[in-house]
T-cell receptor, first 110, second 116 residues
Framework: DAKTTQPTSMDCAEGRAANLPCNHS???????VYWYRQIHSQGPQYIIH???NNETNEMASLIITEDRKSSTLILPHATLRDTAVYYC???????????FGDGTTLTVKP | DTAVSQTPKYLVTQMGNDKSIKCEQN?????MYWYKQDSKKFLKIMFS???????INETVPNRFSPKSPDKAHLNLHINSLELGDSAVYFC???????????????FGEGSRLTVL
């Protein structure tokens, strides 16, 4: 499975959009991009996933570039409760074997 | 109505002991996983079972032995515990073993193991 790179940390003002980037330049055609977050001491929580098209659900939006080498998770109106480590992973046929990397620590500030 | 539940939540034990962590999911999923999160926060897959069949077995010492009595349960037994086994162990489940559903993992709250 392709590896991903994410910034170590980001800050966001409460109420503003949080845009979290992820680079997955070695992604293969059949690999999906998934986003998770982990709030301190809790289990990771699935957020959203996509293959080629942009996706939106009640939690977030996922924008995938046309060449699929990078993506951005958008939290449209960040709240203090969105403070967490956000993981971007890529998963193909070896489902479940993907490693969660360092992730991005998002801090939402009042 | 917890979806994925693990017990115990905390476990403190001495080196050399044997311990088990239990996991149950009530989501009707047929694939379950054990992940290990170490002090550096990396979350790594250890094992995966699909309908009681072992499908993923990463490079894990054979002191770790998973067991799935049915598709709703996946337990982890650890023999001869070592200091380096101290970590948080997460159980997860998914609907199916291939993406995209396989990537929608539902995690438990974790079991923090401390080996003294």
């Amino acid at each position: 499975d392709a590896k991903t790179t994410q910034p170590t940390s980001m800050d966001c003002a409460e109420g503003r959009a949080a845009n979290l980037p992820c680079n997955h330049s070695t992604i293969s055609g059949n690999e999906y991009v998934y986003w998770y977050r982990q709030i301190h001491s809790q289990g990771p929580q699935y957020i959203i996933h996509g293959l080629k098209n942009n996706e939106t659900n009640e939690m977030a939006s996922l924008i995938i570039t046309e060449d699929r080498k990078s993506s951005t998770l958008i939290l449209p109106h960040a709240t203090l409760r969105d403070t967490a480590v956000y993981y971007c992973i890529v998963m193909g046929t070896n489902a479940g074997k993907s490693t969660f990397g360092d992730g991005t620590t998002l801090t939402v500030k009042p | 109505d917890t979806a994925v539940s693990q017990t115990p939540k905390y476990l403190v034990t001495q080196m050399g002991n044997d311990k088990s962590i239990k996991c149950e999911q009530n989501l009707g999923h047929d694939t379950m996983y054990w992940y290990k999160q170490d002090s550096k926060k990396f979350l790594k897959i250890m094992f995966s079972y699909n309908n009681k069949e072992l499908i993923i077995n990463e490079t894990v010492p054979n002191r770790f032995s998973p067991k799935s009595p049915d598709k709703a349960h996946l337990n982890l037994h650890i023999n001869s515990l070592e200091l380096g086994d101290s970590a948080v162990y997460f159980c997860a489940s998914s609907e199916g073993r291939v993406p995209p559903k396989a990537g929608e993992l539902f995690f438990g709250e974790g079991s923090r193991l401390t080996v003294l």
